[in-house]
T-cell receptor
Framework: AQKVTQAQTEISVVEKEDVTLDCVYE???????LFWYKQPPSGELVFLIR??????QNEISGRYSWNFQKSTSSFNFTITASQVVDSAVYFC?????????????FGAGTRLAVHP | EADIYQTPRYLVIGTGKKITLECSQT?????MYWYQQDPGMELHLIHY???????EKGDLSSESTVSRIRTEHFPLTLESARPSHTSQYLC???????????FGQGTRLTVV
């Protein structure tokens, strides 16, 4: 099966708290890409990060960091010192090689609300 | 910044009407996609295209149709709109050889 699971439907935090969004994936492919997208209230999906299956290095970009662990098939996303502008729906996604890198498989999304 | 545009942003239309949702990109991407996003947030691929004159159905069955006559343009048509078609429709494109897709702002369709 090719599947992405985001178990947290909604998370609510107070500004400046750290928050981690979980993502677990399933794929029979050994070659694949993982992504995180942000969907603000305006509706578009904003690309945040791509990670290929051969690169398990964690990545940090400002207040954002990503932890990729193949052993647990997880690709978690942490926002440090959250801000109100981080409020959005966040999607984790997978493209397996067997799909010709054509089909993004999305998780159900996690709605993050950051309160002042 | 991605240059992919969808019109209209919002559309309220009566049952039985024919509608076309427009999607254009200026990046010269070969691949284009339509996703349907239901109120529960999940995104489902309904159509995709590898290039001009190529279209394929996605994983979610849809009564809509698409065409790809020009690289930059990938319109979606509903011949007879029904309330069950009420949803947000997101268009995306990607460059061959690169996996990440770039999305438009979406069209929120309401059929009454």
């Amino acid at each position: 099966a090719q599947k992405v699971t985001q178990a947290q439907t909604e998370i609510s935090v107070v500004e400046k708290e750290d928050v981690t969004l979980d993502c677990v994936y399933e794929t029979r492919d050994t070659t694949y890409y993982l992504f995180w997208y942000k969907q603000p209230p305006s509706g578009e999906l904003v690309f945040l990060i791509r990670r290929n299956s051969f690169d398990e290095q964690n990545e940090i970009s400002g207040r954002y960091s990503w932890n990729f662990q193949k052993s647990t098939s997880s690709f978690n996303f942490t926002i440090t010192a959250s801000q109100v502008v981080d409020s959005a729906v966040y999607f984790c996604a997978l493209i397996p090689f067997s799909g010709g890198y054509n089909k993004l498989i999305f998780g159900a999304g996690t709605r993050l609300a950051v309160h002042p | 910044e991605a240059d992919i545009y969808q019109t209209p942003r919002y559309l309220v239309i009566g049952t039985g009407k024919k509608i076309t949702l427009e999607c254009s990109q200026t990046m010269g991407h070969d691949k284009m996609y339509w996703y349907q996003q239901d109120p529960g947030m999940e995104l489902h691929l309904i159509h995709y295209s590898y290039g001009v004159n190529s279209t394929e159905k996605g994983d979610l069955s849809s009564e809509s149709t698409v065409s790809r006559i020009r690289t930059e343009h990938f319109p979606l048509t509903l011949e007879s709109a029904r309330p069950s078609h009420t949803s947000q429709y997101l268009c995306a494109s990607s460059e061959s050889g690169r996996a990440e897709a770039f999305f438009g702002q979406g069209t929120r369709l309401t059929v009454v």
